[in-house]
């Protein structure tokens, strides 16, 4: 896990004891003595790639330390029905509370992979990266983000705040894309930040209007067709890199990627996934 995305999990791994605990598992409470020990399985149903097998770790951490952690396979491991990924033991009540929050996270994260490993299987052989978007579930971006790096994609921008990105609204609003950029370019100067630009052009003569006013890190090529996403390539002539969004599906994505685009962003990676069916059963 990055060190930057620590605080936001353990944030996240916090609200989500809040909302399943609250002031206590009073099923569990009721009906395991206290001091009654046992064991679980991580169990796999579905083929597909595991994710966020550290993620469990630090939710049985957090709820209680004293738990025997028994990791069998690794995270981006393609697992098929009937697979077990690890084995935990302790405390029968910790077990129970850890349950569903874990199962939670590890399938959610898993789906995402498991998408992701798609679409990247449908670029093999090409240079061209599949990106994830930040069409996520709020609160849980970060989870979405490790979760399409495990399946074997690459993390866009983060948030708002780690890199200037000019979409059609932002240029709508600032007058044209040529103000846009310059724009964005006098903003890191004055405030002295070091974030990349990226801007999205609707036309070919957008894109010299983005080096009119001297130039992104990277422009998007916003709903262009593959015809004109290597005429687009073939005019940015190597001086940023490229990227195409906008109406790409699985049965178009090679095509975009063989116009020559060094990124593809897709959402669907992490708004359209179905969680992969897993279990955590006593043992």
Same mark, same amino acid.
């Given at each position: 896990?990055?060190? %930057?995305?620590?605080?936001?999990?353990?944030?996240?791994?916090?609200? +989500?004891?809040?909302? @399943?605990?609250?002031?206590?598992?009073? &099923?569990?409470?009721?009906?395991? =003595?206290? %001091?009654?020990?046992?064991?679980? /399985?991580?169990?796999?149903?579905? %083929?597909?790639?595991? +994710?966020?097998?550290?993620?469990? /770790?630090?939710?049985?951490?957090?709820?209680?330390?004293?738990?025997?952690?028994?990791?069998?396979?690794?995270?981006?491991? /393609?697992?098929? #029905?009937?697979?077990?990924?690890?084995?935990?033991?302790?405390?029968?009540?910790?077990?129970?509370?850890?349950?569903?929050?874990?199962?939670?996270?590890?399938?959610?994260?898993?789906?995402?992979?498991?998408?992701?490993?798609?679409?990247?299987?449908?670029?093999?052989?090409?240079?061209?990266? #599949?990106?994830? &978007?930040?069409?996520?579930?709020?609160?849980?971006?970060?989870?979405?983000?490790?979760? #399409?790096?495990?399946?074997?994609? %690459?993390?866009?921008?983060?948030?708002?705040?780690?890199?200037?990105?000019?979409? $059609?609204?932002?240029?709508?609003?600032?007058?044209?894309?040529?103000?846009? #950029?310059?724009?964005?370019?006098?903003?890191?100067?004055?405030?002295?930040?070091?974030?990349?630009?990226?801007?999205?052009?609707? &036309?070919?003569?957008?894109?010299?209007?983005?080096?009119?006013?001297?130039?992104?890190? /990277?422009?998007?090529? $916003?709903?262009? &067709? =593959?015809?004109?996403?290597?005429? +687009?390539?073939?005019?940015?002539?190597?001086?940023?890199?490229?990227?195409?969004?906008?109406?790409?599906?699985?049965?178009?994505?090679? @095509?975009?990627?063989?116009?020559?685009?060094?990124?593809?962003?897709?959402?669907?990676?992490?708004?359209?996934?179905?969680?992969?069916?897993?279990?955590?059963?006593?043992?």
């Amino acid at each position: 896990m990055k060190a %930057e995305y620590k605080p936001y999990v353990d944030e996240l791994i916090e609200l +989500a004891i809040k909302e @399943d605990i609250g002031d206590g598992d009073h &099923t569990s409470l009721c009906c395991i =003595p206290a %001091e009654q020990q046992g064991k679980m /399985r991580l169990l796999c149903k579905q %083929e597909g790639i595991v +994710a966020g097998i550290e993620i469990a /770790r630090l939710v049985l951490e957090r709820l209680d330390p004293t738990m025997c952690f028994e990791q069998l396979i690794e995270d981006g491991t /393609r697992v098929k #029905v009937g697979d077990v990924a690890f084995y935990v033991s302790g405390s029968e009540r910790s077990l129970l509370q850890a349950e569903r929050i874990l199962l939670n996270i590890m399938q959610r994260m898993s789906g995402v992979a498991t998408q992701t490993a798609i679409y990247v299987d449908r670029l093999e052989g090409l240079h061209t990266k #599949v990106l994830d &978007t930040r069409k996520t579930t709020p609160g849980m971006r970060v989870l979405d983000k490790m979760a #399409v790096k495990i399946g074997g994609g %690459e993390n866009h921008r983060i948030g708002l705040f780690d890199m200037i990105l000019l979409k $059609d609204n932002h240029i709508d609003f600032a007058g044209g894309v040529r103000k846009a #950029v310059e724009n964005a370019r006098e903003y890191l100067k004055a405030t002295g930040r070091n974030i990349p630009i990226e801007c999205e052009v609707r &036309t070919l003569e957008d894109i010299d209007e983005v080096f009119a006013a001297g130039g992104a890190d /990277r422009i998007m090529f $916003d709903n262009f &067709t =593959p015809e004109q996403t290597k005429v +687009a390539v073939e005019k940015v002539a190597g001086r940023c890199e490229t990227e195409s969004s906008g109406g790409i599906t699985l049965d178009n994505l090679r @095509d975009y990627a063989e116009a020559g685009v060094d990124f593809i962003s897709v959402g669907a990676l992490t708004h359209q996934i179905k969680s992969l069916d897993m279990s955590l059963k006593a043992c």
